[in-house]
Each structure stands twice: as C-alpha cells, then as structure tokens.
C-alpha cells in the first residue's frame, strides 16, 4: 500500500482496496448492491457529478430540487452524490428515520464555507449599528444549515439561481435594503437586472470585518458577501473578447455565478437548468461557449452531438470538491449499506434544522 493510500484510508476510513480495484469491479460491485437494496435506496446525482457517478442515480438535477425530491421519497437511505451543503438541506426536508448519505464527506463547497455563522454572527450585529433594523437577509441555497438558520429566525428567505430575481424583489419589499449570502456575483448580478445601481451596493468583507461602499450608507440598498464561486471565478472577460473576435457567431451562455463583467458581456446568463433547457431548445448546427462546471459541459457536448459546444475557459477543470464523489467512494457507501452499516451519515441538528425549513419554506 502506498503512503498516499494509507493516509487516504486513515483521513476517510474508506478501505484501500476500493482504490486499488479496477473500474470495471467497481462497476460490478456497485450495479450489485445498488440491486440488492432496491427500494430502501434512493440516490440523487447533481449536474455536475462525473458520469462514473450519475450512471447510479434515480434522478439527476440542481442541489435544491434534489433535496425536494429526496423529501417526496419513502426509501429509508438518501445517498447524495453533491456535496456538504446539499446533503444538509436533504436531511431538513427528510423524515428523521430516514438516512441521508454523503458518500465523500470531504466533498465541500468553496463558496458555503465563505460564510461561516461565526462570521456571520458578527456582521449582523455591526451591520445593525450601522443600518438599524432595515435589513433582510437572503442566502443563496448553497451555503450551510446554520446559516440557513440564522436568515430563517431573522426573516429572510432562501434563494436559488432560477428563482433570485422574485426573492430579491420580494427582500426589498420587507425592509428598505438586503443582506445577500455568501455569492456576491448572484447577488450583484440579480440586483442589476433589477435597476439596482451598482453604485447603491456595498460589500461585507467577512475577513477584515469592514463594509465597502461607494456611497453613503443611506443609499445602499443591497449589502453582498464577499463570497464566491471557485469554478465560476475562472471564466474571465478575456475569454468573450477572443471569442467575439475569432468566433463572432458563437452564443456565450454563462451561470449568474460568474463576475458581473462576465454576465453582462455574455449572451445568455441563467442557472444550470436554464443553460441545460437553452442547449435542448437550441438550433441544430449553431455554436455556443459555456460558462459552467466542466463535467456539466462535457456532459451537454456528449448529448448534443448536432451542436457545435465548447467551454468558454479552454483550460477549464472539474469542481475539484463535486469530484470528490467517485465511483469507490460510491460503491463503499453502497456496500456498507449492503452490510447493515450506515457511513457519512449527514444529520443537523434539531433547531438549526427548524430554523433553516423556515428560510427554505418562505422560498418554495
């Protein structure tokens, strides 16, 4: 065994011999169990998986609507092959006999642990100084229970990319402005489609614990979390400039994650449903670059052979934390399950799981 291995094995307590078989094993073992737990089992796939993984899932989709579907289900296991957040969010909207799986539990979001409760905890109490009480906070659906929690008890709401224009809307109708969690380019991006200036919108840097702003403070209206997305970061202006000069009739749809830059010089800019629905729509032979998670593109260029796609960052890899659930970290949980062993159990706790339905539901 080697020393990678060994300290892989102690850091996960997966057994090395899931990494050490073959793929085809792996495939044999996996197609086994998954048969041999039949209806006890539900697994969910988010878009971004590896095919290795979304070959095994009942259903495929976005975080939020995996975590409803995972709330309509009577299996007695949920694996989620997404990651911590997500995971999280299906435990809340499952019945407490039910077991939600995460297969890797090292299989994070960059961008949820942007905003910690601490952190968060602390702003609230200086943003109050500062403005009084004519905040409402919003977070986006991928950050954690607890902050989930802390927008519920303080009167705000969940959010995802297909639906942050009327949550944003509806934010500004409760109080005079809005605290946006933790992706400052959702945030931005959303509030501009909605005749927000940008000049009216500050920054919470969670880190130096300071407000950044270009205006008085009386005129903010939307105050954005310095977060973001580690994948939708890499998808850079320069990238649309040289396809606008080499490639003019290629369409550039790119994810709301993006910079503002980025959306505002693209064709197209929706959620990960909305790009998977404008492929499907689109005309047989045009062109398109998109702005999005690698495997999700790899997967749209396999589906859609009458389309000529590509990805807008030429270099572009995998969300390296999505790709922390492989086909061994997936057989193993299966297996495990075979054997009576429930692993990577993901349970919130009671009241943070309460407070977190209460964001979640004023949403749906």
Request: hydrophobic share 40%; proline share 4%.
């Amino acid at each position: 065994m080697t020393l990678f291995l060994k300290e892989l094995q102690q850091a996960e307590g997966m057994p090395a011999s899931y990494l050490q078989a073959t793929t085809e094993e792996l495939h044999a073992r996996a197609k086994h169990a998954r048969a041999k737990l039949g209806d006890r089992l539900y697994i969910l796939g988010h878009h971004y998986q590896k095919d290795e993984v979304i070959r095994y899932a009942d259903v495929t989709g976005d975080s939020l609507q995996l975590s409803q579907i995972a709330g309509q289900q009577t299996a007695d296991y949920i694996i989620f092959c997404g990651v911590h957040f997500m995971a999280e969010t299906a435990d809340i909207l499952t019945n407490s006999d039910q077991a939600v799986i995460l297969p890797d539990m090292r299989a994070g979001c960059s961008m949820a642990d942007m905003a910690n409760i601490d952190q968060t905890e602390r702003a609230w109490v200086q943003l109050q100084e500062f403005f009084g009480d004519t905040i409402v906070p919003l977070t986006y659906v991928n950050s954690t229970a607890a902050i989930k929690a802390f927008v519920g008890r303080n009167g705000g709401a969940t959010v995802t990319s297909s639906n942050a224009e009327p949550m944003v809307r509806w934010a500004l109708t409760q109080k005079q402005r809005m605290l946006f969690l933790p992706d400052q380019h959702l945030g931005r991006n959303t509030a501009v489609k909605l005749g927000i200036p940008l000049e009216q919108m500050a920054i919470w840097d969670p880190i130096k614990q300071k407000l950044e702003a270009q205006c008085p403070l009386e005129d903010i209206q939307v105050i954005l979390w310095k977060g973001h997305c580690s994948v939708h970061m890499n998808f850079l202006p320069k990238h649309i400039d040289n396809l606008r000069q080499n490639e003019p009739d290629r369409h550039i749809l790119v994810h709301p994650e993006c910079t503002y830059e980025v959306v505002s010089q693209s064709d197209f800019a929706g959620s990960t449903k909305y790009i998977i629905d404008m492929i499907r729509a689109a005309e047989p032979g045009s062109k398109w670059a998109i702005g999005t998670e690698m495997n999700l593109v790899n997967r749209l260029i396999a589906d859609h052979p009458d389309l000529d796609i590509v990805s807008l960052n030429p270099f572009m890899c995998p969300c390296l934390t999505m790709n922390r659930i492989d086909l061994p970290h997936l057989t193993w949980a299966l297996e495990e399950l075979v054997n009576g062993r429930v692993i990577n159990r993901i349970q919130v706790e009671a009241q943070t799981a309460i407070e977190a339905k209460l964001a979640l539901e004023k949403m749906m």
